[in-house]
C-alpha cells in the first residue's frame, strides 16, 4: 500500500512516562526543543502561565520554511552533537553518564518517532477511505507493538534516578520534590538578570515546573526552576544540571551549592521592574518599557530592590505590619528568586538544607 509519510519531526512520548508510568499525576507533557526534555503542564488559573504554556505548545507545530532552514530537530543533527561533546575533554562523570545515556536513547527514539509518522499516515487514509482494510490494520497494529517493544526495551538503558542514588536516599529527596511542587504553584515568581543592556538589574517573570531531561527517569519526576535568560536547572539527589539545551549543560554538585533564603519586603519596589508580559528574546530596548511601568497594576507582585535590608533587621512590631516576598539565593549558580508565596519558598528551602545535611554538604 501507499502512504503519505509526514517528512516533519512529530514530538512523541516515547521514554517519557517509562516504568514509573503509573507515579504520574500531571498534565500535559510539553517537549522542550529536543525528545526526551520537557515539562508537564501544571493546573493553574494564573492566566500568565497558561499564556506561557501555548507559546510553548505553538514552537511545536510544523512548519515548512522551518523544516527547510533547518529549525526543526533533527536526530542526525543531534547525535553528531552529542558524539562532539562525548568527545570533549570535561572530566566530569554526571555529564559523561547523562551524554552517553542520551547517546543510546536516541536512535531507539528515532525509529519509534519514525513508526508513530507512518502510523499517522496509515490513520490518515481512513479520513479518506471511513475504513481501513485488514491488511491496513494489521501493519498500522505491527508498527504499534515495534513502539511498545522499543518502549520496553529503553527502560534497560536509561538513567534511573533511584538506581543512581539508591532507593532510601531517594525517598528522602521526595521530600524536596513535594516542597517544590508547593513553590512552584506561586502566581509570581521573579528571577534576577543582572547587568543587563547596562542595567544594574532587572525583574523577569518565570515559572518552575515538574519535568524531564534527557529521559532520565524518576519515580516524582524533577524539579525544574527556569532563569531570566533562559537556562533550566533540574534538580537531582546527587546533583543540579543546568542545561541550555539537551547537550549544552553543565552538572553541579548539590553538596556544594548553598539554598540561602530570606523575607524581604515588597513595598518598596526596585525602580527597574520588567512586567510579565516582556518578552526575552525581545530586542527592543528595555529603557522603554520601564519608563512606562505603571507600579500600582503589579498588585501583590511588587518586588524590593535588591539592597533592601531583610526583614530580620526590622524591628519586630514593625515586622508584623508588613507584607513580604520571599528570596531565594545560590550563589555559587549566581542564581537569585523572589516568591510571592514566602511560605511555600521558605518550606522548600528548609527542605532541601535538610537534605542537604544528610548528604555531608561540604563547607
Known amino acids: 500500500m501507499s502512504v503519505w509519510v509526514s517528512n516533519h519531526y512529530c514530538p512523541t512520548l516515547f521514554g517519557i512516562r517509562g516504568k514509573y508510568e503509573s507515579s504520574y499525576k500531571s498534565g500535559q507533557y510539553v517537549e522542550s526543543g529536543s525528545p526526551g526534555t520537557g515539562f508537564f503542564i501544571r493546573s493553574s488559573s494564573s492566566r500568565t502561565y497558561k499564556a506561557f504554556c501555548q507559546n510553548e505548545r505553538a514552537k511545536l507545530i510544523p512548519e515548512y520554511w522551518n523544516m527547510v532552514r533547518g529549525g526543526e530537530f533533527d536526530f542526525k543533527r543531534e547525535m553528531n552533537r552529542v558524539d562532539a561533546a562525548q568527545h570533549e575533554v570535561k572530566n566530569d562523570k554526571w555529564r559523561d ?8 536513547v536516541l536512535p531507539m527514539a528515532k525509529e519509534a518517532e519514525e513508526s508513530e509518522r507512518i502510523i499517522e499516515g496509515i490513520k490518515e487514509l481512513s479520513h479518506r477511505r471511513h475504513r481501513l482494510s485488514s491488511y491496513q490494520t494489521h501493519v498500522m497494529s505491527s508498527f504499534k507493538s515495534k ?37 512552584a504553584a506561586s502566581h509570581r515568581i521573579w528571577s534576577v538578570r543582572t547587568n543587563y543592556t547596562g542595567l544594574e538589574s532587572s525583574f523577569v517573570q518565570v515559572y518552575f515546573d515538574l519535568g524531564i531531561f534527557n529521559y532520565i527517569q524518576a519515580p516524582l519526576m524533577t524539579p525544574m526552576l527556569r532563569d531570566a535568560d533562559g537556562y533550566r536547572y533540574f534538580l537531582y539527589p546527587d546533583f543540579i544540571v543546568k542545561s541550555k539545551d539537551a547537550v549544552d549543560f553543565t552538572v553541579h554538585d548539590l553538596r556544594s551549592l548553598n ?17 510579565s508580559y516582556y518578552d526575552r528574546e525581545n530586542t527592543q530596548d528595555v529603557s522603554t518599557h520601564i519608563h512606562r511601568r505603571n507600579y500600582e497594576q503589579f498588585g501583590d507582585g511588587l518586588l524590593v530592590n535588591k539592597d533592601t535590608k531583610a526583614l530580620n533587621e526590622i524591628e519586630e512590631e514593625h515586622k508584623l505590619r508588613e507584607r513580604v516576598v520571599g528570596e531565594l539565593y545560590i550563589p555559587e549558580l549566581s542564581l537569585r528568586y523572589y516568591v510571592r508565596d514566602f511560605k511555600s519558598l521558605k518550606g522548600f528551602v528548609k527542605e532541601m538544607n535538610r537534605y542537604q545535611a544528610e548528604l555531608g554538604k561540604e563547607s
Open 97 to 104: 553518564m547523562i551524554l552517553e545515556s542520551y547517546a543510546n
Open 147 to 183: 513502539i511498545a517493544r522499543l518502549g520496553h526495551d529503553v527502560r534497560d538503558i536509561q538513567l534511573h534516578v533511584p538506581d543512581m542514588c539508591g532507593e532510601e536516599r531517594y525517598q528522602h529527596f521526595g521530600g524536596v520534590v513535594v516542597a517544590f511542587t508547593q513553590v
Open 259 to 275: 539554598f540561602l533564603f530570606r523575607e524581604v519586603p515588597y513595598d518598596m519596589v526596585s525602580n527597574m521592574v520588567i512586567d
